[in-house]
């Protein structure tokens, strides 16, 4: 019907037939506050569901206090959540489907505050995960996963530094003395030099006296 309806509408009609589809699955799939109702309503229910396990959990089984404080604390949060920040969204998205307010929050406020309390939902799941792991563990402590040898590489210490800058210091003192040994052969070729001239030049200047 509602592809009829916008076959009657004369500009829809100059639309391509694969247009038409994408704006009835689009009309059809809009995200306003009864879509986002029903996640919302998955996610109360799912944690629901898990605080109830962890309640029966606790009256069926003798944990140590540490398992204990987990799923107290697992608990809380969800509880918490489901309260609080649920219970705002779901008024948001009713404000959305009440026609009457004004202004009301549109499906970008709606989808923009879900996508905070994603974080909080993961959050929370990766608490229930770790509680749903020990319980298939008969509820003895979690193995750590196994860990590779890596040979470690410690960054070079101090110690080190000073190593190489004593070396360098050692190698531009070798550079400074083979330099001052050339310069001491330099000047003592040069005295040589003048001696041999001296011992030239004497012989003749006594000849002619």
Known sequence: EMLACLLDNCQVCRLPFPMIVWVVQR???????????????????????????MELDQRENELPEDILEKMRTAV????LL???KFQ?????????LNLSIHPRPVASDLAGFWDMLQLSIENISLKFDELHQLRANNWRPLDPPDRKVVPHHHP?????????SSEKQRQEARKRLMAAKRAASVRQN???????????????????L
């Open 27 to 53: 009309s059809v799939c809009q995200r306003d506050g009864r879509w986002f109702l029903k996640l919302l309503q998955a996610e109360t229910d799912r944690m629901e569901g898990w605080c109830r396990q």
């Open 76 to 79: 809380g949060s969800a509880q």
């Open 82 to 84: 489901i309260s609080q």
């Open 88 to 96: 705002q969204f779901r008024e948001l998205c009713e404000e959305n």
């Open 156 to 164: 070079p210490l101090a110690r080190d530094r000073s190593l190489e």
């Open 190 to 208: 040069s005295a040589t030099e003048s001696a041999d001239s001296i011992e030239i030049y004497i012989p003749e200047a006594q000849t002619r």
